[in-house]
């Protein structure tokens, strides 16, 4: 499942810059919602899991208390 994610994210991203967009990956963020452990790393650059996140302006957890 790592090694999937890690390729599409890095899709995702080249696709961005294909259509002149960027996607600052230093502030990418991601959020498991069990007790799986992934490593994440696009270009060199680690995204490491948050165990909660604000998504406009609302506070969710990974456990979704």
Known sequence: MSTLLNITLKSHFEW???IGMHCNQSKTEFMIFGDEKFN????????LPKDQMKVLGTIIDNKLD
Do not use: A
């Not at 994440?40 to 995204?47: D, L, Q």
């Open 16 to 18: 961005l810059k294909e």
């Open 40 to 47: 994440i790393e696009v270009s060199g650059v680690k995204i």
